[in-house]
């Protein structure tokens, strides 16, 4: 055939791709020009103006009833029935994927790898161990690309010691080991946690790359070793913005927030320009430090970089907001971006909400959730429930409860006995925590525990409380934390059972701990118990010689029990030992 018959086709083919005229397609095509078809489909398929989507969804149904009906395709490994189980892959249909390899009777390495790596690209990774083993089994030597797409899919199912079996394989069989393949194998063993593994290949690595770099400094990063982590940054010199995201985020995770600040820093100045993710990052981080200057600074460069419509970006801000107090421009923020926030963003709204008071607010989210209809989840409807009795609603906040559809989430039982017990409705805390339990569905946690002691302790339920307790053990298996014990000790002390108290603070070895001792401290000044009260100003004072709230507290209880001169000896001891108490603040 000429050239210029061939241009001819192949104006005709594109013509009958962009009409998604498939029929006439298959008609007007000889065997000798599916080379050309298969261009012409690679440059269409993805195209949504060329028809491209049916294009993945219809074409292999069509070529592959084609050669059943006995056209031009014959069941072997060539590059049309190759490219036939492409389509199949790429567009997740695999019991016509399966069907049409069961028929393949040459099925070479390419035929396996096209299979493999369209179970790998939709996540069946079991689907990619179980074809490797029947290739093994078919004597098919595996390439490269078929060993990067299996250590991938071991490395998704933390299966090690596969992985090993396939790195000594490659060094058996003298596999070219180029840096794809080295660094899948790299992060197989860093994600299963083989890092004196991933350290030795590090080493020997020929030309790495910096996606060698960057899953070593993950992995550093991940062990909490920022100093090494840092080291290894900084030798590598062609940092990308993946590796600044890598080092910046993960100085967050282990801690480092400042060291991160500075990096980030660093990166605004001689680094790559910043993507989605290094803004998301940097918010973070601003959240994290609780800098609001350094937020409103990201926040610009958003908007400078004109991404600020991106939803992503757009949650990550109002986070930090919230996050940082500055609900006013949460607020307009929220009301400014058409875009959909997450449910992750909403929750933190609502839970800054709550801890400013900003009830108007609260309520403007509230009825915007309803307004556009978004899924609501237990931990949304637990915010608003803790929101609404926060802010005084305790009727908003049951209606919220009543209206839940998930009867058996812990999370939004836990936020209703909080809320009771905020409002003094001790019973009603106990009532509703009991018939939580009544049927034995729903798994009482440490929270829900804490919740209804402090709805017993500030009601005087102290024969609940003591029950509760004692059943968190012996019937639910669960082991009380700090603040568990330091409410039973308030239970104690509030019920006027001081020598109890101590009892309870000997036999469980909790006198290391300084909120026990404010607790009782505190339970000593309501009872105007001076007596216990001394004692136990002592055993704080020995833990916590430099805390002024510890002085503070010990000379308030003195005071009212009207025992003066001990007060104001608590006031000269905080300043002979050159404390300065750390002023108040209200949000009022």
């Known amino acids: 055939m000429k050239w210029t018959c061939l241009g001819a086709k192949r104006l005709e083919a594109n013509t009958l791709l962009v009409k998604s005229r498939y029929p006439a397609l298959l008609t007007t095509f000889p065997h000798k020009l599916q080379p050309l078809l298969q261009l012409q489909f690679r440059q269409y398929r993805n195209d949504p103006a060329a028809g491209g989507e049916c294009v993945v969804e219809t074409r292999p149904e069509a070529l592959h009833a084609r050669a059943v009906k006995g056209g031009p395709f014959c069941c072997t490994s060539d590059s049309s029935i190759n490219y036939l189980l492409s389509l199949y892959s790429k567009s997740a249909d695999f019991t016509n994927a399966h069907k049409l390899f069961d028929e393949i009777l040459d099925r070479d390495v390419r035929t396996w790898t096209i299979l493999i790596s369209g179970f790998a690209r939709n996540g069946a990774h079991q689907d990619v161990m179980e074809q490797f083993r029947r290739m093994q089994l078919e004597g098919v030597t595996p390439n490269q690309f078929t060993l990067a797409t299996v250590l991938k899919s071991c490395c998704s199912l933390y299966e090690l010691n596969a992985g090993k079996g396939i790195h000594g394989w490659i060094l058996r069989n003298g596999v070219v080991f180029d840096v794809v393949l080295a660094n ?3 992060d197989l063993y860093v994600k299963s946690g083989a890092f004196s593994y991933a350290e030795r290949l590090f080493g020997v690595i020929p030309g790495k790359d910096t996606v060698s770099w960057n899953i070593m400094i993950g992995a550093y990063l991940h062990l909490g070793e920022a100093r090494k982590s840092l080291e290894l940054f900084d030798s590598l010199q062609s940092k ?3 590796s600044w995201n890598t080092i910046v985020d993960g100085l967050i995770r282990c801690g480092c927030e400042s060291i991160a600040a500075e ?12 993507n989605a993710i290094t803004f998301s990052i940097g918010l973070n981080l601003a959240s ?3 800098v609001l200057q350094l937020g409103k600074q990201i926040h610009g460069k958003v908007l400078r970089h004109g991404i600020d419509d991106s939803g992503f970006i757009t949650s990550s801000l109002i986070d930090m907001y919230c996050k940082c107090g500055d609900l006013r421009l949460a607020s307009i923020t929220f009301e400014q971006k058409k875009v959909e926030v997450d449910i992750y963003t909403l929750t933190s709204i609502i839970s800054a909400c709550a801890d400013t008071g900003n009830l108007e607010l609260g309520r403007q989210i509230d009825a915007h959730v309803q307004k556009v209809g978004h899924k609501v989840d237990a931990h949304l409807t637990s915010s608003f429930i803790h929101m609404y009795s926060k802010c005084g609603c305790l009727n908003d906040a049951i209606n919220k409860f009543n209206e839940s ?3 058996t989430n812990v999370v939004i039982w836990t936020s209703m006995i909080y809320g009771f017990g905020l409002h003094g409705r001790g019973l009603e805390a106990v009532r509703l925590f009991d018939l939580m339990l009544k049927d034995g569905i729903i798994a009482p946690n440490l929270f829900s525990f804490l919740g209804v002691l ?7 339920l102290f024969e609940h409380g003591i029950r509760y307790f004692e059943s968190m053990q012996k019937v639910y298996c669960l082991q009380p934390g700090v603040e568990h014990y330091t409410c039973m000790v308030d239970l ?14 000997a036999e469980n070895g909790i006198s290391h701990l300084s909120a026990v001792w404010k607790s009782l401290l505190s339970s000593c000044r309501l009872q105007k118990n001076s007596e216990t009260g001394k004692w136990a100003c002592e055993r704080l004072l020995e833990l916590e010689p430099l805390d002024s709230g510890s002085y503070v507290l010990c000379s308030n209880m003195f005071a009212a029990d009207d025992h003066w001169d001990e007060a104001a000896e608590a006031r000269s001891l905080m300043l002979q030992s050159i ?4 002023p108040g603040q209200s949000w009022i």
Do not use: Q, W
């Open 492 to 505: 104690y002390g509030r019920a006027g059972r001081f020598d109890e108290a101590k009892r309870f603070i």
């Open 405 to 407: 559809n998930d009867d």
């Open 240 to 242: 990308d913005v993946a």
């Open 288 to 290: 994290c430090l609780s």
């Open 263 to 274: 990096v980030l820093y660093r990166m605004a100045e001689h680094g790559p320009e910043f």
């Open 579 to 582: 404390v300065n108490k750390v």
């Open 184 to 186: 899948s194998i790299l």
């Open 454 to 460: 402090n709805a017993c302790c500030h009601t005087g």
